[in-house]
């Protein structure tokens, strides 16, 4: 139960915010 967490990181990280 931490793939999806670690695919919303991955994706938070790669976005500019």
């Known amino acids: 139960a ?3 967490y ?3 990181v991955k994706l ?3 976005s500019p915010q």
């Open 2 to 4: 931490t793939e999806n």
């Open 6 to 8: 670690e695919k919303a």
């Open 12 to 14: 938070n990280w790669n």
